[in-house]
């Protein structure tokens, strides 16, 4: 009893301190994002939860093993959301990041 008991703490803490790392690595690529998109106070909360939802997508459907076409549906939604909220030269600069983090990951985005 006392092994199972040990057994599951460490499980549980392994798991615990993974999703402490991955949230943190999303707040990090999420404020370089505000930093090189130099982002008004306004369009900060709107962005933030825009990339953020767009990531726990992204990581759900690499873990189903989705198709392109579900993955270019997921990032088509995703541009419309912040094309709403960036000036037109931010989107620019957005696209350029959002290609080249899509290619270093292996998906034909366009």
Not at 56 to 73: F, G, S, V, W, Y
């Amino acid at each position: 009893m006392k092994k199972l008991f040990l057994s599951l703490f460490v499980v549980m803490s392994m798991s615990a301190s993974h999703a402490n790392a991955s949230t943190s690595t999303v707040n990090t690529r999420i404020q370089k994002v505000e930093s090189f998109l130099e982002l008004q106070n306004s369009q900060v909360n709107e962005a933030r939860k825009s990339v953020t939802d767009y990531y726990d997508l992204m990581q759900k459907l690499t873990e189903q093993h989705e198709t392109d076409a579900t993955i270019k549906k997921a990032t088509n939604a995703h541009l419309k959301q912040m094309h709403r909220v960036l000036s037109p030269g931010q989107y620019r600069k957005y696209l350029q990041v959002l290609n080249a983090t899509l290619q270093n990951h292996g998906v034909d985005y366009r």
